[in-house]
């Protein structure tokens, strides 16, 4: 193998790669290519602590410790293209980097909705901290907040817009918020919850138009009835960022299709030798569930992804051929795992929800601390609770389709 | 050589995440709080970084 590894993608996934990287003893060169200008940070916080404390970078930055001294990092020059065959990348201010293994940890970017209207100010999305920190500067106390969809983040922002004294309206596309991965009586139960600190719901609602010039006035929905508002967050889902790979034989369809050793693939399915992908961008397969493969917006994934390429890749750098040969042949499992604070509500989630053909309430009530699990074919494929956190931890080594039903 | 840890709880939101890779120093309570030994050997030193590194709210460190 040659030098050096690039890993381009300098959030969390990128940052566990380079740690691992060196803590198995990889010592060659090593560069981490980010689009954004901040070293690596938290994100999970952005939707909350950001938006409701006055917090900076330095406040969500991840420790970087003596390990990584030798790293070269590349911040706030986006990667363009690339040609796996010649294994350079070029960035956006036109350099090109050579790698001898490629990690790609590029992550998602949130769907826009240009197309609908685009005011000057007034309108924005939260995935990144510069994101966050915009749309802090607008939520003020009075303000009338649209956000439009209803997923995790969207319900998250509501709760913490509403605790800064904005007015908030949850425009969603779906009956009910959140309905694909909690199910329908857990997930009313959560819209009630928030209706009790004053959100509004529109379910079964699009947004057909949005309005203003220099800065937002409103949305227009389907229904035909406008609402006036001062700040409206897309909270519609994510895109892949994997455009920069366009050109070249990958498999980028939903995302970088990856094998068990989360090696990306030709087109016709053979392996890339040196190029890997980890984290949001990865489509993988979870082995314990089924042979699909699927991308999961979890936070423990991009972690577990980055040990295992971090390992592999330092193992076939070093000279003990047989832990490289263990390491590639080790299983990958991870179990995904969430959490979501909205209000008082704390969610705590392991496995695929979204494969539950059968919800459960297994204990406690509607409306109180109450523990969910989701079923497929007998077996449990995911479990979540508000509250009841041992409970809930209890079964993570439980969900999977692998096991027998009970 | 012994290990000191601190957990910043007013950080810590008791996900229990660490309570996965390094279950002799993190656990829940009764009360689903989250307690740990403030002290370990250094033979856990690993698996306290991975709790360390998985913690969402990056509430846990070593004290040096």
Known sequence: MTNPVVIVGASMGGLRAAETLRKTGYAGELIVIGDEPHAPYNRPPLSKEVLAEHVDHAAVAFPLGEILDDVQWILGDAVVAT???????????????????????????????????????????????????????????????????AGFIGCETAATATKLGATVTV??????????????????????????????????????????????????????????????????????????????????????????????????????????????????????????????????????????VGRQIALEHGDDAEAHAAEMAKEFTPIPSFWSDQFEVSLLAYGLLD?????????????????????????????????????VMSYRNKVGLNFEPE | MTLKIHVDMEKCQHYGQCVFDAPTVFRLNEDDKLEYESTADDSERDNIQLAIDICPMQAIKFVE
């Open chain 1, 171 to 308: 425009v969603g596309k779906g009956e009910v918020p959140m309905l694909r991965p909690l199910g329908r009586q857990l997930a009313e139960d959560i819209q009630r919850r928030h209706e009790a600190h004053g959100v509004t719901f529109l379910n079964n609602t699009r947004i057909v138009r949005i309005l203003g010039d220099d800065h937002l006035t409103g949305v227009e929905l389907d229904n035909g009835q406008t609402l006036e508002c001062d700040v409206l967050i897309e909270a519609v889902g994510s895109l892949p960022n994997v455009e920069f790979l366009e050109g070249n034989d990958i498999d980028i369809e939903s995302g970088i299709h990856v094998n068990d050793t989360l090696h990306a693939l030709h087109a016709n399915g053979e392996p890339w030798a040196n190029v890997y992908a980890i984290g949001d961008v990865a489509r993988f397969p979870i082995p314990q569930f089924d042979p699909k493969t699927r991308r999961v917006e979890h936070w423990n994934i991009p972690t577990e992804m980055a040990r295992k």
């Open chain 1, 83 to 149: 040609n796996l065959d010649h294994h350079t990348i070029t960035l956006a201010s036109g350099r090109v980097v050579d790698y001898g293994t490629l990690i790609i940890a590029t992550g998602l970017r949130p769907r826009r909705l240009d197309e609908l209207g685009r005011p000057a100010t007034g309108v924005h999305a939260i995935r990144t901290l510069d994101d966050a920190m915009a749309l802090r500067a607008e939520l003020n106390p009075g303000a009338r907040v649209v956000v439009y969809g």
């Open chain 1, 355 to 391: 494969q539950g053909e059968d919800v459960r309430l297994l204990e406690g009530e509607v409306g109180g601390d109450c523990l969910y699990g989701y079923y497929r074919d007998g077996k449990m494929v995911g479990v979540c609770g508000i509250g009841m956190r041992q409970k």
